[in-house]
């Protein structure tokens, strides 16, 4: 079993950074892919961004491509989600997720561990 453990969440103002951390514990794959998904009041839960295994390859959503950077520290076994220029429609609360793999995966469906989740809040 893997624990997944979301931290770096606050408030925030419009335009101000975040560094989400997501860090891992238990029977971690050596190949292991992990994602960032969002979810807002009254919205459903949406694709952030993923990063395969090795760090090499990654994939945001269209709404967060530029601002948003996804990594990973795997002698830490953490991965990372750096926001930039955070907008008031980034406020959600942010889950990390987790899978063996070695390609990227974008769908709720496909990650078998997740995290209980972050708040992030956006003052205008």
């Known amino acids: 079993q893997v624990q997944l453990q979301e931290s770096g969440g606050g408030l925030v103002q419009a335009g101000g950074s975040l560094r989400l951390s997501c860090a891992a514990s238990?029977?971690?794959?050596?190949?292991?892919?992990m994602g960032w998904f969002r979810q807002a009041p009254g919205k459903e839960r949406e694709f952030v961004a993923t990063?395969?295994?090795?760090?090499?390859?990654?994939h945001y959503a269209d709404s967060v491509k530029g601002r948003f950077t996804i990594s990973r520290d795997n002698a830490k076994y953490t991965g990372y989600l750096q926001i930039d220029n955070l907008r008031p429609e980034d406020a959600a609360v942010y889950y990390c997720?987790?899978?063996?793999?070695?390609?990227?995966?974008?769908?709720?469906?496909?990650?078998?561990?997740w995290g209980q989740g972050t708040q992030v809040t956006v003052s205008s």
């Open positions: 997720a987790a899978r063996g793999g070695s390609y990227l995966y974008y769908e709720e469906y496909e990650y078998d561990y």
């Open positions: 238990g029977r971690i794959s050596p190949n292991c892919a």
């Open positions: 990063i395969n295994w090795s760090g090499s390859s990654t």
